[in-house]
């Protein structure tokens, strides 16, 4: 793992791992100035760490001196001509007005991160220039939409059977029996949402 994901950093590309650590790689040798962020929200606050690791200046006089937008400025001007290496845990924790700083500025530099949860229709856009790396021994199996008709059919069968015990008509008796199973399996498909 730890190759593919030097590989991937030394082509320039940004970086995603899933269901890891990010602090077990801090110690790769990829060549960037490495800045660790412990977090990723508030967004004027994650630039502000950004910037002072970048200058001598401390993080509070950034926060307290310069707006947002001219701090993503000053953090693109310090990183023109250098290889930074901006490393995360949890993405899918971000806020959307970080993530539009990290889209901003990532031209300028480059992201390391690790998605340890389901990720937000919001992080698409910044997920779609990554590289997303999983180990296959970590891949979690989702089984819940086939047990969500195991249990629709199991339903579906149970009450067409005691259905099948009363008298009535055999289509009527059919056609409650479909409605109760997709019911059931209606209302499990909404309880996992």
């Not at 801090?26 to 606050?45: M, S, V």
């Not at 845990?89 to 998605?115: P, V």
């Not at 891949?139 to 015990?165: C, N, Q, R, V």
């Amino acid at each position: 793992m730890k190759e593919k994901i030097l590989l991937h950093i030394q082509d320039g590309e940004h970086v995603a791992v899933r269901y890891k650590n990010i602090e077990d790689y801090l110690d790769l040798e990829t060549g960037h100035k490495k800045i660790f962020l412990e977090h990723i929200n508030p967004a004027k606050e994650v630039a502000s760490e950004i910037l002072s690791k970048l200058t001598k200046t401390a993080r509070n006089t950034i926060y307290k001196k310069y707006t947002t937008n001219e701090i993503i400025q000053e953090i693109k001007k310090k990183t023109k001509n250098t290889k930074v290496l901006i490393v995360f845990n949890d993405l899918q924790e971000m806020s959307k007005s970080t993530m539009r700083i990290f889209l901003d500025i990532m031209d300028n530099i480059q992201l390391f991160c690790s998605i340890r949860g389901k990720a937000e229709k919001y992080h698409t856009r910044l997920l779609k220039k990554m590289v997303i790396l999983t180990d296959p021994e970590d891949e979690i199996i989702d089984i819940t939409i086939p047990m969500i008709i195991l249990a629709g059919t199991l339903a579906f069968l149970t009450y067409l059977k005691m259905a099948m015990s009363l008298s009535g008509i055999a289509a009527y008796i059919i056609l409650t029996s479909v409605w109760f199973g997709t019911i059931i399996a209606r209302t499990l498909i909404w309880i996992k949402s």
